[in-house]
């Protein structure tokens, strides 16, 4: 009954122009009316249309076709607007465990809006309470790797999709993640590059995809975020979090990526040891990390011959 609604409120513009017409009337009326209201609305409806997709639906009575097409629609451009974004992560989790028709296909768009999240790119809610903003940013970076953790194996299932036209729009936003922090600029350049390299060996054969145009190629911007970030990330438990998937990603994805491992524990210990008095859980990890990827020889030995030969 109130679905359309949802769709509509979804699809609303969001554009600080059009509400600037709208918001001297409401705060005439009402000197106490919030100006973020129309876009806490907004995002509010993506989270209500988040829980309701997540459900898993009985095969008998699942949902309609085009009330799925208008969720990934309404999806798309959500995850690349900052007021929506925080809302769907923190609700989309259970999208990909849902076993949604098509929902899979959301991957590219979702890779966007974590890189966006992740960045610093994402306004918070305003506070005057330093502690309590800080607590807000932690919990929607843990949002956006429980996500992450979600989808990152999944393009090695969709090798032969083409990424759909236009699905990197917004992907600008988060170009620069890379390069802020507390290293220098020109070793984040280094690891950029190093690991745009690690996806790009492969060249099309006739009639393949180009590597640009593979689903596959997401699996760059998913490991450059989860490296960068972290010696971004400030909160200890975030910062295991991430080690987690990193360690995942490398028994996931060794096998088809040359030079994986080297660059991993590389990298891992560079970004530890930059952390200023790094919390001791922290290090444990990043260590449990490290023994992990001891064990994964073959692949070093294996990347190895790969490069002198």
């Known amino acids: ?6 769709f509509e409120v979804t699809s609303l513009p969001t554009s600080e122009p059009i509400m600037a017409q709208y918001t001297p009337h409401l705060q005439a009326l009402n000197p ?18 988040c829980r309701i997709f997540s459900k898993p639906q009985p095969p008998s009575r699942p949902f309609l076709r085009i009330y799925t097409e208008r969720f990934y629609e309404a999806l798309s451009i959500g995850l690349r607007c900052e007021t929506s974004l925080p809302t769907i992560l923190t609700h989309s989790a259970g ?19 974590i890189r966006m999240a992740m960045s ?3 306004r918070v809610v305003p506070t005057n309470n330093h502690l309590n903003q800080k607590h807000v940013l932690d919990d929607l970076h843990l949002a956006a790797l429980k996500v992450v953790g979600c989808i990152m194996c999944l393009p090695n299932h ?9 699905w ?3 992907l600008s936003k988060s170009a620069n993640m890379s390069l802020d922090g507390k290293g220098g600029r020109e070793d984040k350049e280094i690891l950029a590059q190093l690991i745009r390299v690690l996806y790009t060996t492969d060249s099309s054969t006739d009639g393949s995809l180009p590597v640009s145009k593979r689903f596959t190629s997401l699996k760059y911007y998913i490991l450059e975020m989860l490296l960068s970030c ?9 910062q295991r979090y991430l080690l987690h998937l990193i360690e995942v990603y490398v028994y996931e994805d060794m096998a088809f990526c040359p030079g994986l491992v080297g660059v991993v524990v590389k990298t891992v210990q560079e970004k530890i040891m930059m952390i200023q008095q790094v919390p001791v859980e922290v290090a444990l990890s990043a260590f449990d990390v490290l023994i992990g990827c001891a064990g994964l020889y073959e692949y070093v030995r294996r990347d190895s011959k790969l490069t002198q030969e």
């Open 1 to 6: 009954m109130f679905g359309a609604w949802l």
């Open 32 to 49: 106490q009316y919030p100006v973020d209201s129309y876009h806490d609305a907004q995002a509010s409806a993506f989270g209500v249309l």
């Open 95 to 113: 999208l990909f465990t849902s076993e949604l028709e098509g929902v899979r296909m959301m991957v590219p768009d979702f890779v966007i809006g």
């Open 120 to 122: 610093g790119q994402v």
């Open 158 to 166: 969709f090798e032969k999709v083409e990424l759909k036209e236009g």
């Open 168 to 170: 990197n729009v917004g």
């Open 230 to 238: 972290l010696e971004t990330e400030t909160s200890s438990f975030n």
